[in-house]
């Protein structure tokens, strides 16, 4: 089944390699880590991993948990911005500058800072694939030249980051969330990476306790004649 739907998106996938390719290459500094990932937490069912990035002094997350929930409701909340600014930590604007579709989105994201830092801003585009009948990719790419900075904050960058959402069951669904920031000015890397830990994690579970908001209870997937998902109804 999902041969017949890698070949229906082929010349999509081809774009989205060449794009990979130029994202790889900008981001050469931050090459896939070789270190092994460190247990920084795990507690109420959410597992967080860092890890050291050659060439940064910021470390990279992983964040692991499963919810009460179909992937249909977490995916209709992730495309909802404004459930974002709900469940994620320290978000607190979205705003959609482009949508095309149920797989590829760019936002800009607004992240409060302890004082006295400044608060940051991200322009991340979200590049979706669908891995199997229940479970999707969700890549992000940074894509800080699509905005112009604003004068009250500072512009950071996402080197790498995805979600992955699998369905485990029709009321249980995995959730990972991986990401590596690099907050750009003047900041202490120890201060940065002591909220590697407490992001994951109060995301993870936050968003835990949104999957049961009745907005979201009758989240379903739209499917094609090949069971490609091509939008997400609540």
């Not at 979706?128 to 512009?155: C, I, W, Y």
Request: charged share 25%; aromatic share 10%.
């Amino acid at each position: 089944m999902y041969n017949r739907i890698a070949f229906k998106r082929s010349t999509h996938a081809a774009s989205m390699l060449v794009l990979a390719v130029v994202f790889l290459v900008s981001s050469s500094s931050y090459a896939e880590p070789s270190a092994e990932w460190d247990v920084a937490l795990n507690q109420e069912g959410i597992k967080v991993l860092t890890r050291g990035v050659p060439g940064s002094p910021y470390e990279e997350y992983k964040g692991i948990t499963t919810v009460p929930a179909s992937a249909a409701t977490v995916m209709a909340i992730f495309m909802d911005p404004s459930a974002t600014e709900q469940w994620l930590e320290g978000c607190r604007k979205v705003e959609m500058i482009e949508r095309s579709g149920f797989y590829s989105q760019t936002t800009h994201q607004v992240f409060d800072f302890p004082w006295p830092a400044t608060d940051r801003d991200f322009v991340i585009g979200f590049e979706t694939e669908q891995t199997g009948e229940n479970a999707f990719l969700l890549t992000m790419h940074d894509r800080s030249g699509e905005l112009p900075e604003k004068p009250d904050l500072v512009r950071g960058e996402m080197p790498r980051g995805y979600y992955e959402v699998r369905q485990l069951s029709p009321d249980k669904t995995e959730i990972v969330m991986a990401q590596h920031v690099n907050p750009k000015g003047d900041l202490p890397s120890w201060m940065v990476n002591s909220l590697v830990t407490d992001t994951p994690y109060y995301s993870l579970k936050s968003l835990r306790s949104m999957v049961s908001d009745e907005k979201y209870a009758d989240a379903a997937f739209v499917r094609d004649d090949e069971d490609v998902v091509t939008s997400v109804t609540h």
